[in-house]
Structure formats: C-alpha cells, structure tokens
C-alpha cells in the first residue's frame, strides 16, 4: 500500500469512527456541536495514522487499534482547544476556520476539551473481546502518562514559562519532547501493547516515537517562519509574536532544518533491525518532516 493510499483510507476510517462516537452520545446540544466542530472534518490525523502504522507493521487487532485511534485524535482536539484559549495561545484560528472559543464562547471550549478528553478514556475502556483487561489497562496507563503532568500538561506548563525568556536548547528540547512527543510517542507505544509486543520492541519503536516527535515540534516551528496563515489554517508567526524560544530563534532556519533531517534519520535507525515491515512508519516519519501544513 502507498503512503498516500494509507493516509486516504485511515483518515476516513477514523473521521467515521470519530464521528459514530459523537453523533450517538446524548450529550447536550451546545457541548455536542462544539465537541463535533473541533474534532471532525479538519487535521491531518497524524496521531492516529501512526497508531494504524504501527499495528499494521506488527500486525495487532485492528478493531482495537480503532479505539486507540479515535482516543489519540480526541486527546490532540482537546489539545488544540485549549491551546488556543486566550488564557494560552490566545489563537483565533485553528484548521482554517474560528478556534471553539472563538466559534462558541470560553466556557464552552474549555468544557468541550474536558469532555473530548475523558470521551478518549471512555472509549479506551470498553469491554473489547479481541484484547485482554491487562492490555487494556497497560494502553489506558500509557495514555494518562502522556498527556498528564508528566508529558502534555507538564511541556505546556514548561512552555508557557518559556515565553519572553531566552532558553538552552536542552530546555527547548524537554518541552518539545513532553508538550508535542509525549502524545506522539504513546500512539507509538499503545498500538505496540495492543498487538502484544516484546518489551524490547516497545522500547525500540519508543525510540523511533521520540527522535520523530521532536522532528515533528521542530519543523512546526520552521512552518511557522516559513509558510502563511492560509497554508497553515493557524496564524503564521504565532512563535515570534509570543516572544517563544523556537529552534529558529535559537539556531537560525538553516541549522534548524538540518537538525530536524538529522532527528528524522536517526529515528529511522531504530526501526532498522525490527523483525516486521516498517516500510509505511518509514514513510510517515518523512510525511511528517516534508509536510507543508
Ligand atoms: C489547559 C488542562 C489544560 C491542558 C492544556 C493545551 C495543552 C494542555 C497542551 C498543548 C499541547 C499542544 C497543543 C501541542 C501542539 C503541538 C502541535 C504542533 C499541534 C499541531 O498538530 P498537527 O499539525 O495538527 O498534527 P492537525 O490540525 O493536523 O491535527
């Protein structure tokens, strides 16, 4: 299969299943649509293109890795949201159209994140035949880790400290690696307990999850510098106008550019010796350092 029939196939398989999970919930109508708008139609859903490339490289359930698929993208849309808050980035568009507090109002943005973020557990904990409780419990433990104090919540915490401060590159790499790699590498992780792999496996596809994390933070930041608003669909120069430490303003672009290649091809290292056909992690890792948007 090519990349982009992957990419075509996988996007509308977790655009559909997103869409069964928030058109049949009976949640209240105001929360419903700002959950729905923030979610559906809209992202390149790189998260859960990695959960789906990597349980195909392993070859796990695929009707379980469609629960780790819609929890990733739900988590990465409560992310966006509150990111964009004004109490945060204080950014009024988000995917080419108004950010939810913009399109809604505050209270409801901020309760639409909550609700997408325990809707990802809710579906990650559904009794599933096809995979144990234990693996089940493993994949939710994973996820929490991530995104809570310790991974996202912790690097937007590190980041928001950050702003009108001039940083190390070892500091902007720890919040890179928790606010952006954290997520990123437990899709990574979550598909590889899904389809039960060995622990060296886990941390060998880690690994890759890492170094393709940080490549993806870095070369946001050069799309920031060098494409426009409309290509983005997000305010261009975001960084800049946030005084944020970039590994632009850091490095210059050009050394910014090559250490993003650099972290892209060390992250292919560690798939080298993996006993499976990683072919199509391989060509997401170089989607993910080549994307314009
Ligand atoms: C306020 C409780 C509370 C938590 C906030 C906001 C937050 C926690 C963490 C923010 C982490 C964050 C938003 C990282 C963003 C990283 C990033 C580059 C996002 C863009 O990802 P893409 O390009 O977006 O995959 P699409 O739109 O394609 O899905």
């Known amino acids: 299969m090519s990349l982009s029939e992957f990419m075509n196939q996988f996007q509308h398989r ?26 559906l139609g809209g992202g390149k859903r790189i998260r859960a293109l990695l959960v789906y490339a990597t349980g195909i490289a392993i070859k796990a ?74 693996q089940q419990l493993a994949i939710i433990n994973s996820l929490a880790k991530a995104i809570g104090p310790t991974g996202m919540v912790g690097g937007q915490i590190l980041d928001i400290a950050a702003e009108n401060k001039t940083i190390t590159l070892t500091e902007l790499e720890t919040i890179h690696l928790h606010k952006t790699g954290a997520l990123i590498t437990a899709c990574i992780q979550m598909a590889a307990i899904a389809g039960n792999c060995q622990i060296n496996v886990i941390n060998q596809l880690t690994e890759f999850a890492k170094s393709i ?65 990683t072919d199509l992690l391989k060509a997401l890792a170089t989607f993910i350092i080549e994307r314009t948007k």
């Open 61 to 134: 359930n695929s009707i379980y890795l469609d629960a780790i698929a819609c929890a990733v993208e739900l988590i990465h849309a409560y992310s966006l949201i509150h990111d964009d808050l004004p109490s945060m980035d204080n950014a009024d568009l988000r995917r080419g159209k108004a950010s939810c507090h913009k399109a809604f109002n505050e209270a409801t943005a901020i309760l639409a994140g909550d609700a997408l973020q325990s809707l990802a557990f809710e579906i990650l904990s559904l009794e599933n035949s096809e995979i144990s409780a234990t």
């Open 14 to 39: 977790v655009e559909q299943n997103l869409l069964l999970h928030l058109q049949n919930a009976e949640i209240p109508e105001e929360l419903k649509q700002a959950m729905q708008y923030s979610t």
């Open 213 to 277: 994390g940080l490549a993806f933070q870095i070369h946001d930041d050069i799309l920031d510098v060098t494409r426009s608003t409309s290509e983005l669909g997000k305010a261009q120069g975001a960084d800049k106008q946030q005084n944020k430490s970039t590994y632009i303003t850091i490095l210059g672009l050009t050394k910014a550019q090559e250490i993003a290649v650099q972290i892209y091809q060390q992250s292919l290292q560690f798939l080298q010796d993996l006993p499976f056909d």
